[in-house]
């Protein structure tokens, strides 16, 4: 008998040791899930597929703010000054949606009237190689102080350029928007063409990917509209979304992930953009307003039951319209939309002048099975002035090098990466 009780004393040490370890765990899970709940943090579900989360935000608290702060990194043949001049109003992640944009100096006439429509939070990334640089932090520093103080309280820029085109001196940041830009003096993007630039005396291309990804990645908010810095949004649509995600839990429900595609319009140079859907309705009637890009390529933003959109009148606030997917009449939709901070990010390989610089994101919505929620009351329209198709030799050949770029390096590497689905083109 005393053989037998000292053969199971290990096995009872063990046993006990589990118990222990066992009673200790489910200690420390209840002890974390009462900190998440003192904390209000949202309930986390993983998206199907994605390495990122999708929250429900249907608690009235809200994480904590996390201030951005300005610095100076590395990025690929880049360097980037995040956050160079940051907004006084700080956003917790589900307080609002950024919109993030990009481009250089000679755009940013269009911050006031993009702002002055949103009423929120924006992430601009601005190119400034060379000279540009200055011109840049001149045009931010008029900006603040000689326009609208929604550009205080909203916008942080964000300024980048490869090292081979730092200028000579890089100025004193504090020393200068510690001052008060005199408002007598012209700004550079209003007295400097674009064919004179330093991009476009050097013949540099523009890193529009870059430019969007810096934009996306510095937002305060969970949700992010990444659009182009010369569509301007219909009204009211920051509060009419979240409210709409509130009250449907969409998100959170949906058993694939998701993304909130806008229509996308152009209205003739002398015409006034449209605020809301009745306005750009009656537009479109009198054939003001067409769809975006529709005589340079059509295929490009036409949407999923698009003529259906067109004859339904505006409702109040914002709902899904129509769930649809990129693939078949739809494979080379490059779409804009509110969506994730977390969503694919853009190939940097691809610049402005390639074209094709969305189609490797919209590829990796399609193989991830993304549903294209589009939504009825809500659209971008281009600033006045309809494309046309004009035949550029030189922009001719960036595209036919993107193509060769595309066809033989990046498609093979997305098939590796993400997977192959019928109908899915990049």
Known sequence: MMFLVKSNRPIVIIL??????????????????????????????????????????????????????????????????????????????????????????????????????????????????????????????????????????????????????????????????????????????????????????????????????????????????????????????????????????ITATNSNPAVFPLNVFEVKEDAEIPKTKTELLEMLKKKKAINFHQKVCPACHRTPNYNEWIKTNETKGINVFYVGKRIGSFKSWEPFFIGSKYAPDFDERLSWEGQSNKMTQGYILCVKDYDMMMLDNAFLVHKPGIKVFRRDPIRRAHVIKTNVLIRKVIRKELETLFGVKKGCRV
Request: proline share 5%; charged share 20%; hydrophobic share 35%.
């Open 16 to 249: 006990f040791y589990c118990v222990m370890v066992v009673v200790m765990f489910m200690l420390f899970k209840r002890t974390c899930v009462q900190e998440r709940d003192n904390m209000g943090v949202y309930l986390e579900r993983y998206e199907r597929n994605e390495g990122t989360h999708r929250e429900r935000i249907e608690n009235k608290d809200e994480p904590p703010i996390l201030n951005p702060t300005s610095m100076i990194k590395q990025h690929g043949d880049y360097w980037i000054y995040y956050n160079l001049l940051i907004s006084k109003r700080m956003f917790a992640p589900y307080e609002s949606i950024t919109y993030t944009t990009q481009g250089d100096f000679t755009f940013l006439d269009n911050v006031q009237p993009l702002l002055e429509r949103w009423k929120g939070p924006m992430s601009i990334a601005l190119y400034a190689p060379g000279d540009d640089f200055n011109y840049t932090v001149e045009s931010i520093h008029y900006l603040r102080d000689c326009t609208t103080n929604l550009i205080q309280n909203f916008v942080t820029f964000h300024v980048f350029l490869k090292g081979q085109d730092l200028p000579k001196e890089i100025p004193n940041f504090k020393k200068i928007f510690n001052t008060t830009y005199n408002c007598n003096i012209e700004p550079s993007f209003k007295s400097i063409k674009s064919n004179e630039t330093y991009r476009a005396l050097n013949n540099l291309t523009y890193p529009i990917n870059v430019a969007r990804n810096v934009a996306k990645e510095s937002s305060q908010t969970y949700f992010v509209l990444a659009s182009d810095i010369e569509l301007y949004p219909s009204v009211n649509i920051i509060q009419n979304f979240l409210e709409m995600i509130n009250r449907t839990q």
